[in-house]
């Protein structure tokens, strides 16, 4: 299994008396799929899931196992409980204690022998405080039971160069860093985790199905805007000023985008969404 294609790691939309708005949620859902996402990520980064409950995390991963099995869809999850429908566990590297590249391995490779349904490991070295080198991500690539990874290194250097030389057949790679979408499928990425893909949905899978330079320079435009400020929170204004979600509220400890960065934002979107697919 390759998992190839566009992901979209769904915000999770709040309702004005704070609940989660799950028929937001499911409309949403929806709505990316029909625009050509391959399938959709629950409970990532991109979803706050540290402010959700228990009960809250349920309701989304149920509401988002519902409509990707109606449709036929895959489905990425994050958390702590994972269903054994779900197509892959989005698994990060061990955080904040920066085990070493060994350690990094062995602790991969433990989650993996344990895990119902193959492993999607999670390379942020921005966020975790762990780097790893082309050898390490050859490693973990060759693990059993790791299926791919979201591949976030905050760019591309030497190490994510000669690591894209020679990937193992069958191992997917997926572009992490939004901005970095275009130049990662000229390296071979296999498609993208893109939490910018809530807006100009079309465009960013029709990016990953045929490559083309002059879309990928206008979408990493758009996503350089929608993550002006710390994520999901100019992308959830973006879809409350659109009328698709009931609020652009996210909880603490986020606070919501400026408007300055909402209109930086709707004014390239409509020039995207018009421009010509070449």
């Given at each position: 299994m390759?998992?190839?294609?566009?992901?979209?790691?769904?915000?999770?939309?709040?309702a004005?008396?704070?609940?989660?708005?799950?028929?937001?949620?499911?409309?949403?859902?929806?709505?990316?799929?029909?625009?050509?996402?391959?399938?959709?990520?629950?409970?990532?980064?991109?979803?706050?899931?540290?402010?959700?409950?228990?009960?809250?995390?349920?309701?989304?991963?149920?509401?988002?196992?519902?409509v990707?099995?109606?449709?036929?869809?895959?489905?990425?999850v994050?958390g702590?409980?994972?269903?054994?429908?779900?197509?892959a566990a989005?698994?990060?590297?061990?955080?904040?204690?920066?085990p070493?590249?060994?350690?990094?391995?062995?602790?991969?490779?433990?989650?993996?022998?344990?895990?119902?349904?193959?492993?999607?490991?999670?390379?942020?070295?921005?966020?975790?405080g762990?780097?790893?080198?082309?050898?390490?991500?050859?490693?973990?690539?060759?693990?059993p039971?790791?299926?791919g990874?979201?591949?976030?290194?905050?760019?591309?250097?030497?190490?994510?160069?000669?690591f894209?030389?020679?990937?193992?057949?069958?191992f997917?790679?997926?572009?992490?860093?939004?901005?970095?979408?275009?130049?990662?499928?000229?390296?071979?990425?296999h498609?993208?985790?893109?939490?910018?893909?809530?807006?100009?949905?079309?465009?960013?899978?029709?990016?990953?199905?045929?490559?083309?330079?002059?879309?990928?320079?206008?979408?990493?435009?758009?996503?350089?805007?929608?993550?002006?400020?710390?994520n999901?929170?100019?992308?959830?204004?973006?879809?409350?000023?659109?009328g698709?979600?009931?609020?652009?509220?996210?909880?603490?400890?986020?606070?919501?985008?400026a408007?300055?960065?909402?209109?930086?934002?709707l004014g390239?979107?409509?020039?995207?969404?018009?421009?010509?697919?070449r």
């Amino acid at each position: 299994m390759t998992l190839r294609g566009l992901y979209v790691p769904l915000i999770t939309p709040f309702a004005p008396d704070g609940s989660v708005a799950l028929g937001a949620l499911e409309r949403l859902a929806h709505d990316m799929l029909d625009a050509g996402a391959t399938g959709l990520v629950a409970l990532g980064t991109t979803a706050e899931p540290s402010s959700l409950s228990a009960a809250e995390q349920a309701a989304v991963l149920d509401r988002l196992t519902a409509v990707t099995r109606d449709r036929s869809a895959r489905l990425i999850v994050g958390g702590a409980t994972i269903p054994r429908s779900a197509t892959a566990a989005l698994t990060l590297v061990p955080p904040f204690v920066r085990p070493g590249e060994d350690g990094v391995v062995a602790h991969l490779t433990a989650v993996a022998a344990r895990s119902a349904v193959p492993l999607v490991v999670y390379h942020v070295p921005y966020r975790t405080g762990q780097a790893l080198s082309a050898p390490a991500l050859q490693r973990i690539a060759e693990i059993p039971g790791v299926a791919g990874i979201k591949l976030a290194a905050g760019g591309i250097d030497a190490e994510v160069i000669a690591f894209m030389a020679s990937p193992p057949p069958g191992f997917a790679v997926l572009a992490g860093d939004d901005a970095f979408l275009s130049p990662m499928l000229a390296l071979g990425a296999h498609g993208g985790i893109v939490a910018s893909a809530h807006v100009a949905t079309a465009d960013y899978a029709a990016l990953i199905g045929s490559w083309s330079p002059t879309l990928g320079h206008r979408l990493a435009r758009l996503s350089l805007a929608l993550f002006a400020e710390p994520n999901p929170t100019v992308i959830k204004a973006v879809l409350h000023a659109a009328g698709r979600i009931p609020t652009a509220d996210v909880r603490l400890p986020l606070l919501p985008a400026a408007k300055e960065s909402l209109d930086q934002c709707l004014g390239l979107v409509p020039a995207i969404a018009a421009s010509p697919v070449r």
